[in-house]
């Protein structure tokens, strides 16, 4: 009997690798002791992955290789190809949702906010934000923020450094100064983690620990973290520790801002109605502010980073956006340069940085804040290219392997160029034909609404600290990614700053 059941097994296990076009696959666990040998380079090999595929750009794979959840929990489609993402995020929509596995992750953190919702809870808020997202006043405020965070701490903070000659993480700085600035827009309320002291908030560490705890959950089967919730061990006890913290700050937050409306997205939420014509609850409220706190803070950081470092290794890029800003700040506040670094820009300013903005759209084309998606399949699917998808089964896009595709970036894919988002004339800021060629802000239905916000921030950012320093990476610091849903630097950025002059600009 058992020589009969294993003999089965094997061979249906050979039928299953035989159909399978990803990396090598192994009886019960399917592809994850590879994955597994990888994790330390997991989007390069997800990468490599793709690009031995062919020109199709899609493989799959199994995770657990047993008879049905092979196909289903286990089943995985990996794709970079710009025609299948678009068939994913726009075309077939709705046969690719979030999905339970993630949702039920994220809940105790998100709860339905908008980011781990589908259907018409997440159609409500979304209609809701656009709204907002779209009003003159929401981007004074943005403005307002990172205003002041630059003027009365990152400036303080770098200058300090750059007079005492010692070196600051930049990767550290700049997720809290987008946490403070987020937390400010989404609840009126600076939890001021960016100061020259560097200390910790308890809301802002509880909030990084109930994340990471999250994030956890997804690397085991569901009834593993249920069975530790249950019990109170691992990771799950930190979690819910840390869930408190958050609940209680948010609680005050949200006491604070109806008791005082001010022009922060929960305020503009507080006023809205839920799919059956109620208002929000004030456990709903709570929840989507954090679901926009955790979209906003660490994407925008993390780009950033990775700019910054890409900036440094690129000293002609370096040139031109200084060029750029002289350019624009010389129309707009004359030709002192003391007049310049007085004020971090303005938002009329940061629309006419063409050639900046370029240059971070390039870094994300090639460090995607998010350089993986995941999608649940509820019906039986083919995507363009061919590839049939069952239902139950998992579709991850990888949006960082789209932009290192010579098929779909041409042979300089590898190259840092900010000038392939350019018009003939250079005058212009064009995005590709194909929209579905660059998704480091998602696209379709979910496009991400606080993109132009997200621009504005990061246009500030960059003009703040290039126009009065130049930077450099202290010797023998390795610049690496983390194994981590968002792309974060493994050791941080650790540069010097050396202060620019402006005279002969």
Same mark, same amino acid.
């Given at each position: 009997?058992?020589?009969?059941?294993?003999?089965? @097994?094997?061979?249906?296990? @050979?039928?299953?690798?035989?159909?399978?076009?990803?990396?090598?696959?192994?009886?019960?666990?399917?592809?994850?002791?590879?994955?597994?040998?990888?994790?330390?380079?997991?989007?390069?090999?997800?990468?490599?992955?793709?690009?031995?595929?062919?020109?199709?750009?899609?493989?799959?794979?199994?995770?657990?290789?047993?008879?049905?959840?092979?196909?289903?929990?286990?089943?995985?489609?990996?794709?970079?190809?710009?025609?299948?993402?678009?068939?994913?995020?726009?075309?077939?929509?709705?046969?690719?949702?979030?999905?339970?596995?993630?949702?039920?992750?994220?809940?105790?953190?998100?709860?339905?906010?908008?980011?781990?919702?589908?259907?018409?809870?997440?159609?409500?808020?979304?209609?809701?934000?656009?709204? %907002?997202?779209?009003?003159?006043?929401?981007?004074?405020? &943005?403005?307002?923020?990172?205003?002041?965070?630059?003027?009365?701490?990152?400036?303080?903070?770098?200058?300090?450094?750059?007079?005492?000659?010692?070196?600051?993480?930049?990767?550290?700085?700049?997720?809290?100064?987008?946490?403070?600035?987020?937390?400010?827009?989404?609840?009126?309320?600076?939890?001021?983690?960016?100061?020259?002291?560097?200390?910790?908030?308890?809301? +802002?560490?509880?909030?990084?620990?109930?994340?990471?705890?999250?994030?956890?959950?997804?690397? @085991?089967?569901?009834?593993?973290?249920?069975?530790?919730?249950?019990?109170?061990?691992?990771?799950?006890?930190?979690?819910?520790?840390?869930?408190?913290?958050?609940?209680? @700050?948010?609680?005050? +937050?949200?006491?604070?801002?109806?008791?005082?409306?001010?022009?922060?997205?929960?305020?503009?939420?507080?006023?809205?109605?839920? !799919?059956?014509?109620?208002?929000?609850?004030?456990?709903?409220?709570?929840?989507?502010?954090?679901?926009?706190?955790?979209?906003?803070?660490?994407?925008?950081?993390?780009?950033?980073?990775?700019?910054?470092?890409? !900036?440094?290794?690129?000293?002609? !890029?370096?040139?031109?956006?200084?060029?750029?800003?002289?350019?624009?700040?010389?129309?707009?506040?004359?030709?002192?340069?003391?007049?310049?670094?007085?004020?971090?820009?303005?938002?009329?300013?940061?629309?006419?940085?063409? =050639?900046?903005?370029?240059?971070?759209?390039?870094?994300?084309?090639?460090?995607?804040? #998010?350089?993986?998606?995941?999608? =649940?399949?509820?019906?039986?699917?083919?995507?363009?290219?061919?590839?049939?998808?069952? +239902?139950?089964?998992? !579709?991850?896009?990888?949006?960082?392997?789209?932009?290192?595709?010579?098929?779909?970036?041409?042979?300089?894919?590898?190259?840092?160029?900010?000038?392939?988002?350019?018009?003939?004339?250079?005058?212009?800021? %064009?995005?590709?034909?194909?929209?579905?060629?660059?998704?480091?802000?998602?696209?379709?239905?979910?496009?991400?609404?606080?993109?132009?916000? +997200?621009?504005?921030? &990061?246009?500030?950012?960059?003009?703040? #600290?290039?126009?009065?320093?130049?930077?450099?990476? #202290?010797?023998?610091?390795?610049?690496?990614?983390?194994?981590?849903?968002?792309?974060?630097?493994?050791?941080?950025?650790? #540069?010097?700053?050396?202060?620019?002059?402006?005279?002969?600009?």
């Amino acid at each position: 009997m058992v020589v009969a059941t294993t003999s089965t @097994y094997f061979l249906w296990f @050979y039928h299953l690798s035989r159909r399978l076009s990803g990396p090598k696959v192994y009886p019960l666990f399917g592809s994850l002791p590879v994955l597994f040998l990888n994790r330390s380079r997991i989007h390069d090999w997800i990468a490599g992955n793709l690009r031995s595929a062919g020109r199709n750009g899609t493989y799959q794979t199994t995770t657990i290789a047993l008879p049905f959840f092979a196909c289903k929990q286990g089943f995985y489609t990996v794709t970079c190809n710009p025609k299948n993402i678009e068939h994913i995020l726009r075309t077939r929509f709705y046969n690719y949702p979030k999905g339970p596995t993630w949702q039920t992750a994220f809940h105790d953190l998100l709860g339905q906010g908008i980011f781990n919702s589908d259907g018409e809870t997440w159609l409500i808020q979304r209609k809701t934000a656009a709204l %907002e997202f779209t009003t003159r006043t929401l981007r004074q405020a &943005m403005a307002r923020w990172v205003s002041r965070t630059i003027k009365t701490r990152l400036w303080v903070i770098l200058e300090k450094a750059s007079n005492e000659h010692f070196s600051v993480d930049l990767q550290d700085l700049l997720l809290r100064l987008t946490f403070d600035n987020i937390c400010g827009l989404t609840f009126g309320k600076d939890p001021e983690t960016l100061s020259i002291e560097l200390s910790e908030s308890p809301f +802002a560490t509880a909030f990084d620990s109930a994340t990471e705890a999250t994030l956890q959950r997804l690397l @085991y089967p569901g009834f593993l973290w249920r069975l530790k919730k249950l019990f109170g061990i691992g990771a799950e006890v930190r979690l819910q520790k840390s869930l408190q913290v958050v609940e209680d @700050y948010m609680s005050e +937050a949200l006491s604070a801002r109806k008791l005082n409306p001010s022009d922060d997205l929960l305020s503009r939420f507080i006023k809205k109605c839920d !799919v059956e014509g109620n208002l929000f609850p004030n456990h709903v409220l709570k929840r989507i502010a954090l679901n926009f706190v955790l979209a906003g803070r660490d994407t925008s950081s993390v780009a950033l980073s990775w700019f910054f470092w890409l !900036v440094m290794n690129n000293q002609s !890029v370096e040139s031109k956006i200084i060029n750029e800003l002289t350019a624009v700040l010389k129309d707009t506040r004359g030709s002192d340069p003391k007049s310049w670094i007085s004020d971090p820009l303005v938002f009329e300013e940061a629309d006419k940085l063409v =050639y900046l903005k370029a240059a971070l759209a390039e870094t994300l084309r090639l460090y995607p804040s #998010v350089p993986e998606d995941f999608k =649940y399949v509820i019906n039986d699917d083919i995507l363009p290219d061919g590839t049939r998808v069952p +239902a139950g089964s998992t !579709v991850t896009y990888s949006i960082y392997s789209v932009g290192r595709m010579k098929s779909v970036w041409g042979d300089d894919c590898l190259e840092f160029k900010p000038e392939r988002w350019l018009s003939a004339t250079g005058d212009r800021f %064009e995005p590709p034909n194909d929209g579905y060629k660059f998704v480091a802000f998602n696209a379709g239905p979910r496009t991400c609404l606080g993109k132009d916000l +997200a621009y504005l921030q &990061m246009k500030s950012v960059v003009s703040a #600290v290039l126009l009065r320093y130049r930077l450099s990476l #202290v010797p023998g610091h390795r610049v690496e990614q983390k194994m981590s849903l968002t792309l974060f630097m493994k050791n941080g950025l650790k #540069v010097y700053l050396h202060p620019r002059d402006l005279t002969s600009a």
